[in-house]
C-alpha cells in the first residue's frame, strides 16, 4: 500500500513539474500580444511597444499657462490613440472627410480653405482654426465662439455636425451611436482600446479623452522668438538674436497705445499683447468681438466670435501666411490684419465690440507709420517654428 501511494506521489510530481516546465517554455517563445490589426494598418507606423514621446516634450520655462482638463492629462498610449482616430476617415459617414481633413500639419493644423469641405459637398459655417499650442492658453473653451466649454468636448461635435462628419441623427443620417458601432466593429480600434482601457469598447467618453490628448500634444516652440525669450529675463527686453526691425514690432506690439479724445494714437504702442498676450500668444479669455461681424457665406452677422488661434505659427517658415485670418478668412496677410485694427469702426452696431477697441467711445485709429507696419509684421514672423510642421508623431499614421 505504502509502496502504491510513493508511485503515484512521485507520478504526479513528474506530471506537474512538466507542466510547469511546458508553460515556462511556451510563455518564453509566444508574444503576449501580437497586434496584428495594429500592424496591418499602420505597419511601424504605430507600435504599441516602442510609443513616441507626447507625455515628456520639453515646454520652456518661461510657459505657464496651461488649459489640460483635470484628469486628462497627456499620455503616450491615449495621445497614440488620439492620433490615430484624427486621421481617420472612418469617423465619417462616407469615409472622405478626418480631423485633418480641415486641420492639415503641413499649414500648422489649418486649412487653405476659407470653408472647409465637409460630408456630401457640406461646407463649414466658420473656417477652420489653427490648433497649434491650444493647451497653452488661459483660455478653455473652443470653437470660434466659445461653444464647447473644454476641449474635450470640442473634440467630437464636428463628428456630429450634419456638414462637417455628418452622424447628425437628422435628414436620415445616422446618429453619432452608429459611429460608435461602426468604430467598434474596426479591428485596429479593438486591438488599441483593449490594448489602453482593457476591454475594446469605444465610448464618446473615450474618444474625447484620447483626441483631446493629441490635439494638446501639438506645441510649437522652436521659433526665432523662443530662441531670443530664453536669453533675456522678460519680453520688454531687446531679444540679442533679433534684429532692430524685430526687436523694434515686439515692442511695438507688447506696448499699450496712448489715446486723445477722440480715438487716435498719440504715443505708445500698438497694444496687440492686451489681447494676444506673450509670451504663448494666447487670447484674453475676456475678449469681446473685434470688428469682424460679416459670417463665412457673406449674410448675416456674426458677433459672437471671441476665441482666436494663438498667433504662433500664423505663417510659415517663408513667412507666407498658413491660411486666411478670422472666423471668416476675411484677410489674408499679416498687413491688411494690421490695417484692420488700425482703423476700427465703433458705430456699426456692433454690441459686442472689445472695450479696448474703442477708447473713449470712438474706434480706435492707431495711425500706423509704414516704418512701424513693417515692424510689426517681422515680429510676428519671429513666432513661428519649423518642428511643428515634419514631426512625425502629429503625422498621418494610416501613410
Known amino acids: 500500500m505504502k509502496r502504491t501511494v510513493y508511485i503515484f506521489l512521485l507520478l504526479t510530481s513528474i506530471t506537474i513539474a512538466f507542466v510547469k516546465c511546458s508553460k515556462e517554455s511556451t510563455s518564453a517563445t509566444t508574444p503576449t500580444e501580437s497586434y496584428t ?18 507625455a515628456n516634450q520639453i515646454i520652456p520655462a518661461y ?18 490613440l488620439g492620433r490615430v482616430l484624427f486621421y481617420d476617415k472612418n469617423l465619417s459617414i462616407d469615409n472622405t472627410i478626418s480631423c485633418a481633413s480641415c486641420h492639415q500639419q503641413v499649414i500648422a493644423f489649418s486649412d487653405t480653405a476659407i470653408a472647409s469641405h465637409g460630408v456630401a459637398g457640406g461646407l463649414t459655417e466658420r473656417h477652420s482654426m489653427r490648433l497649434v499650442n491650444s493647451r497653452f492658453a488661459t483660455e478653455r473653451k473652443f470653437f470660434w465662439d466659445e461653444r464647447a466649454a473644454s476641449l474635450e468636448i470640442q473634440t467630437t461635435q464636428p463628428m456630429q455636425d450634419h456638414a462637417e462628419m455628418g452622424f447628425s441623427g437628422v435628414n436620415g443620417r445616422p446618429g453619432f451611436s452608429s459611429l460608435l458601432t461602426k468604430l467598434q466593429g474596426i479591428g485596429y480600434y ?5 490594448w489602453i482601457y482593457g476591454d475594446a469598447n469605444v465610448t464618446e467618453t473615450r474618444l474625447q479623452e484620447c483626441l483631446a490628448q493629441f490635439v494638446r500634444s501639438i506645441q510649437s516652440f522652436d521659433a526665432k522668438y523662443d530662441i531670443g525669450r530664453a536669453q533675456v529675463a522678460a519680453d520688454n527686453l531687446d531679444f540679442p538674436n533679433f534684429t532692430a526691425q524685430e526687436n523694434t514690432g515686439k515692442m511695438l506690439f507688447l506696448a499699450p497705445p496712448v489715446f486723445n479724445a477722440t480715438g487716435n494714437r498719440i504715443s505708445g504702442g500698438a497694444g496687440c499683447g492686451g489681447c494676444h498676450r506673450a509670451p504663448e500668444f494666447d487670447i484674453d479669455p475676456n475678449t469681446g468681438n473685434n470688428g469682424i461681424i460679416g459670417s463665412l457665406t457673406g449674410t448675416g452677422r456674426d458677433l459672437t466670435n471671441t476665441r482666436t488661434p494663438t498667433l504662433r505659427d500664423l505663417t510659415n517658415t517663408a513667412g507666407i501666411p498658413n491660411s486666411a485670418m478670422m472666423h471668416t478668412g476675411v484677410i489674408s496677410t499679416i498687413q491688411t490684419a494690421i490695417g484692420h485694427y488700425g482703423n476700427i469702426n465703433a458705430n456699426n452696431n456692433n454690441t459686442n465690440l472689445d472695450p479696448r477697441l474703442k477708447p473713449n467711445g470712438f474706434g480706435q485709429q492707431l495711425n500706423f507709420t509704414a516704418g512701424e507696419v513693417n515692424a510689426l509684421i517681422a515680429f510676428i ?8 510642421y515634419t514631426d512625425v508623431k502629429w503625422s498621418n499614421p494610416f501613410k
Open 37 to 54: 490589426a495594429i500592424k496591418a494598418a499602420f505597419g511601424s507606423n504605430i507600435d504599441p511597444n516602442n510609443l513616441l514621446n507626447y
Open 63 to 80: 510657459i505657464r499657462k496651461d488649459n489640460t482638463t483635470a484628469g486628462n492629462s497627456i499620455t503616450n498610449n491615449k495621445a497614440t
Open 190 to 194: 479593438n486591438e488599441l482600446f483593449k
Open 381 to 388: 514672423k519671429t513666432l513661428s517654428g519649423t518642428n511643428v
